[in-house]
């Protein structure tokens, strides 16, 4: 092999070996571009997140309104039923005076 021939497979080597260094900058480049705009998209989207917990958390609050309106309807149902009683007892009352001749207990 002549000095000719071994500095041009030098000279190719060395432009193959360059290609492929550039080449792989290239991906590294694109990679951390990539990533960079990952991380940006990432931090606008728990930006987002965070305004989307803060207009939910009174949804969260409906449970213990639901929780409230339950105790509040069973005491109005007791109510009613107690003061059903109640009215039927004092129509039994005034029904048996009414009975007797008007006289009382």
Request: aromatic share 2%; no cysteine.
């Amino acid at each position: 092999m002549t000095d000719a021939e071994l500095l041009s497979i030098w000279i190719r080597s060395l432009v193959v070996g360059g290609v492929i260094v550039v080449a792989a900058a290239a991906l590294l480049i694109a990679i951390l571009l990539a990533a960079k705009r990952i991380l940006r998209l990432a931090l606008a989207a728990l930006g987002l997140v965070e305004k989307i917990k803060a207009n939910t958390d009174s949804i969260w609050g409906l449970r213990a309104t639901n929780e409230t309106a339950a105790q509040l309807l069973a005491a109005a149902e007791s109510i009613r039923d107690h003061g059903a009683l109640v009215a039927g007892a004092l129509e039994d009352k005034d029904r048996s005076t009414a009975a007797g001749g008007g006289q009382g207990a």
